[in-house]
Nanobody, 124 residues
Framework: QMQLVESGGGLVQAGGSLRLSCAAS????????MGWFRQAPGKQREFVAA????????YYADSVKGQFTISRDNAKNTVYLQMNSLKPEDTAVYYC?????????????????WGQGTQVTVSS
């Protein structure tokens, strides 16, 4: 059974940076595409970024293009989200997720495994 554990969230001032990590266990990590999603209070969970199984393809929501970078290290069974120039509107719980689907991994419905989430709070 796959387990995903996020870390790296916290409180940061606007303009600052954070790097989120998501460690996977229980499966062959390199078979999975990985995604990051976020959910702000009172809002639906939304796609942030995704990366295919090899790391050769990445996808971003328009709202974070050029600001966030997703990467993975298959030897460490870990996916990362580097977040720069953070804004108060980036405040949310960030979730990592995994899918075996080979479709473009931007659709929340494709993901079968989810982490518990990590809080990111950006103060103005």
């Amino acid at each position: 059974q796959m387990q995903l554990v996020e870390s790296g969230g916290g409180l940061v001032q606007a303009g600052g940076s954070l790097r989120l990590s998501c460690a996977a266990s229980g499966v062959t990590f390199s078979r999975y595409a990985m995604g990051w999603f976020r959910q702000a209070p009172g809002k639906q969970r939304e796609f942030v970024a995704a990366i295919n199984w090899s790391g050769g393809s990445t996808y971003y929501a328009d709202s974070v293009k050029g600001q966030f970078t997703i990467s993975r290290d298959n030897a460490k069974n870990t996916v990362y989200l580097q977040m720069n120039s953070l804004k108060p509107e980036d405040t949310a719980v960030y979730y990592c997720a995994a899918t075996l689907s080979r479709a473009t991994p931007t659709n929340r419905g494709l993901y079968t495994h989810w982490g518990q989430g990590t809080q990111v709070t950006v103060s103005s």
